[in-house]
Nanobody, 127 residues
Framework: VQLQASGGGLVQPGGSLRLSCVAH????????IGWFRQAPGKEREGVSC???????TSYADSVKARFTISRENGKTMYLQMNSLKPEDTAVYYC??????????????????????WGEGTLVTVSS
């Protein structure tokens, strides 16, 4: 499995960015793919995930109503990030979890479950 993330950069507070992740080599139908982030001095955390089998999504409370995850053609995943805040500054990674564990209507999105990681892309929110 290969994951290639792109789209990070420097943006002012209140601005927007869109991250992309292209996934190659995932042959299973039942898996979760998502975005995770790691801020300096903090543990890697789940941001948003999508279940491959039915497209159900989940979001961390800190990004709900601001971030939107989506997929195109089953290979490219996006994270549209709006109303960005300084606390969104982090290295963002795409990752694949080789199962779907549905909780509260969407897939569990935990960094500890990830089997495959892409290289990170840095998002800096600063004026």
């Amino acid at each position: 499995v290969q994951l290639q993330a792109s789209g990070g950069g420097l943006v002012q507070p209140g601005g927007s960015l869109r991250l992309s992740c292209v996934a190659h080599g995932v042959s299973a139908n039942t898996y979760t793919i998502g975005w995770f982030r790691q801020a300096p001095g903090k543990e890697r955390e789940g941001v948003s995930c999508i279940a491959n089998s039915d497209g159900r999504t989940s979001y961390a409370d800190s990004v709900k109503a601001r971030f939107t995850i989506s997929r195109e053609n089953g290979k490219t995943m996006y994270l549209q990030m709006n109303s960005l805040k300084p606390e969104d500054t982090a290295v963002y990674y795409c990752g694949v979890v080789m199962f779907e564990w549905m909780i509260t209507g969407g897939p569990r999105c935990s960094a500890s479950d990830v089997s495959y990681w892409g290289e990170g892309t840095l998002v800096t929110v600063s004026s």
